[in-house]
């Protein structure tokens, strides 16, 4: 089945706790992102990816990390997260640039306190 | 179709009948419009997109039309479903004129559809 994965699902941690949130899809995409999604605010990005090792940043980068090594997998780093970062977010991806459809994965629900 | 504050517009519908969303967008220069739906629980899921040099644009039981003289998109569920129920939102991009492919969110409306 084509999907976009995201681990963990849910996950509390405290100020300053590094933590990983991974993504995997598996449909060949060479586009991927992350999006934050906050009430009232609408999915917001954060990261986005061309291809391998090709990645900028989006609307709301600062705090976050990513790498993308390889071409299913794009994880996202909190090396210090804080308690604005307490959100929901969604890993996506798309066949390439120049496309607009996009799959999304189902969400982590993060919480920082 | 823009929500303000914490709270969603949101659409209370029977089932059985038509139902419009809709969403004002920001950018006259916005090339690309795309509809998605989100259920609870579970990450934005790709309904139907069109393009500004058209104003309508069908598929399966939904319809989406663009009136770009006062930005304005809405999308029309045929016959809607329980399975309808979720927040729906709009998505444009503004930048596709300039080769950009970012993409401006809308908070989304709430769709409930009664039995």
């Known amino acids: 089945e084509a999907q976009v994965t995201q681990n963990p699902r849910y996950l509390i941690t405290v100020t300053g706790k590094k933590l990983t949130v991974t993504c995997s899809q598996n449909?060949?995409?060479?586009?991927m992102s992350w999006y934050r999604q906050d009430p009232g605010l609408g999915l917001r990005q954060i990261y986005y990816?061309?291809?391998?090792?090709?990645?900028d940043k989006g609307d709301v980068p600062e705090g976050y990390k990513v790498s993308r090594k390889e071409k299913r997998n794009f994880p996202l780093i909190l090396e210090s997260p804080s308690p604005n970062q307490t959100s929901l977010y969604f890993c996506?991806?798309?066949?390439?640039?120049?496309?607009?459809?996009?799959?999304f994965g189902p969400g982590t629900r993060l919480t920082v306190t | 179709g823009e929500s303000v504050g914490l709270h969603l517009p949101t659409l209370s519908v029977q089932e059985g009948d038509n139902s419009i969303i809709n969403c004002a967008y920001s950018?006259?220069?916005?090339?690309?419009f795309i509809w998605y739906k989100q259920e609870s629980g579970k990450g934005p899921q790709f309904i139907i997109d069109?393009?500004?040099?058209?104003d309508k644009r069908q598929g399966q039981r939904v319809t989406v039309l663009l009136n770009k003289t006062v930005k304005h998109l809405s999308l029309q569920i045929a016959a809607t479903q329980p399975g309808d129920s979720a927040v729906y939102f709009c998505?444009?991009?503004?930048?596709?004129?300039?080769?950009?492919?970012?993409?401006?969110f809308g908070k989304g409306t709430k769709l409930t559809v009664n039995p």
């Open positions: 998505a444009e991009n503004p930048g596709a004129q300039g080769g950009s492919e970012k993409l401006v």
């Open positions: 950018n006259s220069a916005s090339d690309y």
């Open positions: 996506a991806s798309k066949i390439s640039q120049g496309t607009y459809e996009q799959y």
């Open positions: 449909m060949n995409h060479e586009y």
């Open positions: 990816s061309m291809n391998v090792e090709a990645t």
């Open positions: 069109i393009r500004s040099n058209m």
